[in-house]
């Protein structure tokens, strides 16, 4: 068979097939639903949540949270294309860090010193560093095999930027149930577990994503 037929017959016999990026939403979706429901099996929301959302505090862990889980995702789907330049993604990362880096600015400056410590330990900290990964399990694991689906050539950054994604949102969720509200308990506890999920998603990625 010549090459030009060759070629002829394998697009005849081609059927659609699903964009990456809408299978890593699908991914993203299934995953934070799974996630949702280990919170739901394991904790509650906090009493008195919603009159609660006026609070910058409370509004600050879900702004900090949910935009490191959305610029972890875009920076996830540009390690899975061979060759795609990652500097715009990677830079939307700066975006949760500013946020934190403002709310712990406007805390220690509203707050005596002499509560920083207790602010900064909190009445949960080994729950916080605990559940966030529990919760943040599903998603890692639905993400993490949606990015097998792509070709990424940087297996151990593309599994980071999952574990980031994932651990974000574990740590939105875990935020509904938390009354550590202050941001240097963010900076302290929600950061170690969200770093605890992003080490798994690297080493699993390391492997699971090499092609």
């Keep these: 068979m010549k090459t030009d037929d060759l070629i002829r017959a394998l697009a005849a016999d081609a059927r659609p097939v699903r964009s990456f990026a809408s299978t890593l939403a699908l991914a993203l979706v299934f995953g934070a639903v799974a996630a949702a429901c280990v919170f739901a099996w394991r904790l509650s929301p906090r009493p008195g949540l919603l009159a609660l959302l006026g609070e910058w505090r409370l509004l600050l862990k879900f702004a900090v949270t ?12 540009r390690l899975s294309q061979p060759g795609a330049t990652v500097g715009r993604a990677a830079r ?32 949960y900290a080994i729950y916080c560093a605990t559940l ?37 949102i574990g740590a ?19 950061s170690i ?3 605890v999920v992003t080490a798994a998603g690297a080493l699993v990625g390391s492997r699971l994503l090499r092609w």
């Design 193 to 195: 577990a969200v770093a």
């Design 92 to 123: 939307a990362l700066l975006l949760p860090v500013l946020l934190l880096a403002a709310g712990v600015a406007a805390e220690l400056a509203t707050t005596p010193a002499a509560a920083w410590g207790a602010e900064l330990v909190g009445r």
């Design 172 to 190: 939105a969720l875990y935020a509904l149930h938390c009354v550590d509200d202050s941001p240097l308990f963010l900076l302290a506890w929600y």
């Design 132 to 168: 966030i990964p529990m919760i943040a399990a599903p998603a890692l694991g639905a993400l993490l095999l949606a990015l097998r689906r792509g070709a990424p050539t940087r297996p151990t950054l593309a599994g980071a930027a999952a574990g980031l994604a994932a651990g974000g």
């Design 66 to 77: 949910l935009s490191l889980a959305a610029s972890a995702v875009v920076l996830a789907l």
